[in-house]
Each structure stands twice: as structure tokens, then as C-alpha cells.
DNA sequence: GGGAGGTTAAGGAAAAGTGTTTAAATTTAC
DNA sequence: GTAAATTTAAACACTTTTCCTTAACCTCCC
């Protein structure tokens, strides 16, 4: 029944920021305060970006679980990790090491400080040797 | 802060219907009812769903608002309506009329009964043509 | 008929999400 | 530096979602 996840409210700012009004006249526009607009707006995008992840945890559904970089490790130190249980697996992993810590880094930017992964994370591979993290 | 869309149960229910297993061995396996299981698959359906409504939308800001379609009108008479309106705005819609009709059904199937309209469309455009719905 | 797999409905408790305000802090632009 | 624009945090009322149980219903197949 209901629509996508994002609200009439959230939608409303976004058109209004699409056709570059500043949070200040939209604020105006719809009678509530600017502080509001943008926590409207930060929650849209929100949603957006989980509606992404949504749609990417679906590749997981093919893919197999492959190890977890614990909290704390060298993220310096997973692609050596990923490539042995990969190959453990009889799998090959699509990435070399430059472009598979960029994809750890790009895919959860959150999760990781420096060169420190701050919380668990999970990694699934496909047959293809496509990475994708949960 | 909050990861997808999905819980954690409704990912776990997801993987395990992936391997095949039935709702009812998964309710043994997670401990509850097979009727609990149904419902957080439903619900796991449902958010992926709104997922992909969510990122569609995000196609009708660059689009402009083109027509409506009326509770009530046959699905037949749209083509002629969207192109009409199109061409008044010196746009080529990207459809023929065949491709136009079943866009809009496969975009909205529920929005549909027959070859009646149920419930008012929106129709959005944008320079290259292509058509979303709201 | 009876079993297996799946769906639906009603109801409840806990958790999460939303819009809002107010106030403070930070960033950006001139 | 200052003013405008944006962001953040805390708190609140309110609504929605989630997970769960129980019990019933449907469909296919033997």
C-alpha cells in the first residue's frame, strides 16, 4: 500500500532544493522554520541512501558469507585476509588490493576511521568475486 | 546511523527463503510461528518495494509535471493525452503507443483495473522523454 | 479427507520514524 | 569580520513499523 519511503514533506523540500531555493525561502514557502527544513532534508537523503542499500543487500542474497573484518583491525590488513579465505573458497576476488580497499572504504564510509575499522564488517563474495558488505 | 531498510530478521528469513527452505522449517530453525515467518517476509517484500519506489522517484525531479490521468479514464485514451500535452512543450515522448500503455501498467499495476484508470496518475517528463509516475 | 505450504486477520507490546521547536554551532560567501 | 546558509542536538508528541501469538482459511496434491 504505501508508497516509497520517502514522505510528502521530505518530497516537497526536495523539489524546492532541486530548483535552488535555499533552505531559509522554502522554510518561508511552507510556514515552519528553517532548522526544520533541513532536518527534513537530511532526512530525505537518508532515506535515499538506504533505499540504495536496500536494493544493494539483494547482491548479498547471492553471494556467501566470506569472513568479517573485526572492530579494530588494519583495514591495511583485509585484503590479505579477504584474498586467503577467498581462495580457501575456490574463489577469485575482482578487486586487487588499491581497488578493494577503496571499495570497503567508498561502499561504508562510516564505518571505518583512518586506517581503523570501527565496527564489524560482514563480507559476502559471489561467484563472480564481486564484494559486498552487510 | 540506520543501515537498508531490512531488519535483520527479515534479512534472515530472505537468505534462508534463498537456500529454499520453507516457512515452516524456518520457523523451527528461528523459533516462532510459520505465520510470523510469512508476515516478516511480507514485510521484507514490501520494504524492498518501496526501495525501489523510493529511487525512482528520485527521476521525477529532473522531470516536470506533464498530465494527469483521471480516476476513471481508459487506459487507451492516455497515449494520445500524454503525447498532446508532450508536444505542447516541444518534447518527444520516448514511447510508442504500445511500450507507453504497458509502462504505465508495469509501473503501477495496482493503479489499474482492466483498461480503467483507478485512481488519478500523475504523469512526469523529462528531456530525454522518459516518463515516471506519482 | 488430510497433509504441506502458504496467507490472512486481530490484537498487543516494544521500537523506530516523523515533524516540530528552540537554541547553539559550523560553514560559506562577500 | 559579518551576515547568510546550513548543520546539529535535545526534547516532545504522534504515528508507524516490527515481531509476536493464536486461530482461521486457501490451494494443491496424494
Not at 515552519?32 to 535515499?48: G, P, Y
Amino acid at each position: 500500500m504505501k508508497q516509497g519511503l520517502l514522505t510528502d514533506r521530505q518530497k516537497e523540500v526536495l523539489r524546492y532544493r532541486k530548483k535552488g531555493l535555499t533552505q531559509q525561502q522554502i522554510a518561508e514557502i511552507i510556514h515552519t522554520s528553517k532548522a526544520n527544513v533541513c532536518t527534513i532534508e537530511k532526512a530525505a537523503l537518508e532515506n535515499i541512501s538506504r533505499a540504495r542499500e536496500t536494493l544493494e543487500f539483494l547482491y548479498t542474497l547471492d553471494a556467501v558469507h566470506l569472513c568479517t573484518l573485526q572492530s579494530g583491525l588494519d583495514l591495511l590488513k583485509a585484503p590479505e585476509l579477504i584474498y586467503t579465505e577467498a581462495e580457501k573458497k575456490g574463489l577469485k576476488v575482482k578487486y586487487d588490493t588499491i581497488s578493494l580497499i577503496n571499495r570497503l572504504r567508498d561502499a561504508n564510509p562510516e564505518r571505518f576511521r583512518g586506517r581503523q575499522v570501527r565496527e564489524d564488517v560482514e563480507i559476502y563474495i559471489n561467484k563472480d568475486g564481486d564484494l559486498y558488505f552487510g
